[in-house]
């Protein structure tokens, strides 16, 4: 499958875990429900990490567009 927006990289994430990662340097990975335009985005069975290492289980979870520095399959 070619990708020809960086949307369409997102869009083969969808359903799938992904790390996210914050300008405030924190960590997150979960399943990649939803995003939108403004690359907001959902997790669900979100968790966030310090140093890979499981800090606590949040669920749910939205973080705004604005704030992500990175989005990767995890």
Request: aromatic share 4%.
């Given at each position: 499958?070619?990708?020809?927006?960086?949307?369409?990289?997102?869009?083969?994430?969808?359903?799938?875990?992904?790390?996210?990662?914050?300008?405030?340097?924190k960590q997150f990975t979960g399943m990649l429900k939803a995003?939108?335009?403004?690359?907001?985005?959902?997790?669900?069975?979100?968790?966030?990490?310090?140093?890979?290492?499981?800090?606590?289980?949040?669920?749910?979870?939205?973080?705004?567009?604005?704030?992500?520095?990175?989005?990767?399959?995890?």
């Amino acid at each position: 499958m070619e990708l020809a927006r960086p949307l369409d990289a997102l869009n083969r994430a969808r359903d799938k875990k992904v790390i996210v990662e914050l300008k405030n340097g924190k960590q997150f990975t979960g399943m990649l429900k939803a995003f939108d335009i403004h690359i907001n985005v959902v997790l669900e069975e979100a968790e966030e990490r310090v140093e890979g290492e499981l800090k606590r289980k949040l669920g749910v979870l939205f973080i705004r567009g604005d704030t992500i520095i990175l989005i990767s399959p995890a």
